[in-house]
């Protein structure tokens, strides 16, 4: 089983950029592909962007060329980093191993975990 655990959340201004990380623990080797979601308050968890295990990315329109999804291999962990940040990316923000399509969405495949909050200010 696969333990992901979300950090590097925080309150910053519109404009600000944050760094999230999602650190795996346990059968690292079952993941696949990792997807980024968001819930914003009385919204749906949301897709937001993906890596395949071939390190294809792929973004919803929302956060195209304003977020950027990488890897770490070595340290089993991947980021999102968020440039350009509004207040409408106000939200928790989740990682989890994830079930690549050919459409590229992103289908969770794990547990939740707690997220971390992203709070941007206007």
């Known amino acids: 089983q696969v333990q992901l655990v979300e950090s590097g959340g925080g309150l910053v201004q519109a404009g600000g950029s944050l760094r999230l990380s999602c650190a795996a623990s346990g059968s690292t080797f079952s993941i696949k592909a990792i997807g980024w979601y968001r819930q914003a308050p009385g919204k749906q968890r949301e897709l937001i962007a993906g890596?395949?295990?071939?390190?294809?990315?792929n973004y919803v329109d929302s956060v195209k060329g304003r977020f950027t999804i990488s890897r770490d291999n070595a340290k089993n962990t991947w980021y999102l980093q968020m440039n350009s940040l509004k207040p409408e990316d106000t939200a928790v923000y989740y990682c989890?191993?994830?079930?690549?399509?050919?459409?590229?969405?992103?289908?969770?495949?794990?547990?939740w975990g707690q997220g971390t909050q992203v709070t941007v200010s206007s």
């Open positions: 989890n191993s994830a079930t690549k399509t050919p459409g590229g969405s992103y289908f969770p495949r794990g547990p």
């Open positions: 890596i395949s295990s071939g390190g294809i990315t």
